[in-house]
DNA sequence: TAAACTGTATTATTGCTTTAATACAAAGAT
DNA sequence: ATCTTTGTATTAAAGCAATAATACAGTTTA
């Protein structure tokens, strides 16, 4: 897998936000483990104790279930997931009308860049 | 004015775009004068270092221009601002997209998401 | 003309993030 | 039973961002 990280933000948030996206996207689904520490920290270029804590802040939002010595595994609950998921697309969505605010477009130059960008007619 | 800074990310950073802001949503016109290095870091609450660290990044793109003894002004050249402003916009309508989808959404999801957000029935 | 203000430059220090190199205890695998 | 793998903890070092405290040269202003 490429990460891809950057320079632009601290790396263990990029790996947080990496995370969160795999099990969101359910490309780790519900129950299942997850690769070691260092096999992730391997795999991404990092050091084990930024992956480390990285995944620690996922198990802080309840999304991972760490098992001591016998690794770690995506949370079974499927409406932590869920709501995790609702909750950060609607933050995102606050967050990116507020960016366009900010930079003083109007709804209609909102909905026309979205328009294109999706490649509708109809939004 | 409240400059609203966190520690999500670089305080230059946040100067940056808070100042990019200002002048795209025209509360800098064009060619008017900026206050001081000295009374913005005061404004802002930062360092005078790092507030003048931010305004070199907005001569850089071309939005202010410094005139070495005399202060700064917002650029003359509407031009300059508004492609500046279209750019931006575009990017970040892309990174909303790319996070909606990171986060597994789909298309209605993200159209109903952004229909509550601005409070319309059609988008 | 003298004082205040402009952007800019320099040096040092503090704190945080990341890397690095280990070490440990418990569970699984052979 | 031994070896490997698991998560976790610790300590040190390097790099970067931000602050702090100045200093300088040129322009405005009183």
Redesign the interface.
């Known amino acids: 897998m490429d990460w891809k990280l950057d320079e632009s933000?601290p790396i263990r948030s990029q790996l947080t936000?990496r995370l969160i996206?795999l099990i969101?996207?359910?490309r780790y689904g519900p129950g299942d483990r997850i690769p070691s520490v260092r096999d992730l920290a391997s795999d991404a270029g990092v050091n084990p104790n930024t992956m480390q804590r990285a995944l620690c802040e996922l198990e802080d939002m309840g999304l991972v279930v760490t098992n001591r010595t016998a690794g770690r595994c995506v949370t079974e609950d499927i409406n932590i997931i869920d709501s995790f998921?609702r909750k950060?697309?609607?933050e995102?969505?606050?967050e990116?009308?507020k960016?366009?605010s900010?930079?003083?477009?109007e709804?209609n130059?909102?909905?026309s860049?979205?328009k294109e960008?999706?490649g509708?007619d109809e939004?």
């Open positions: 933000l936000e996206s969101a996207s359910s998921r950060r697309a609607r995102q969505t606050e990116f009308l960016k366009m900010a930079l003083g477009l709804r130059e909102i909905k860049l979205l960008a999706l509708e939004l």
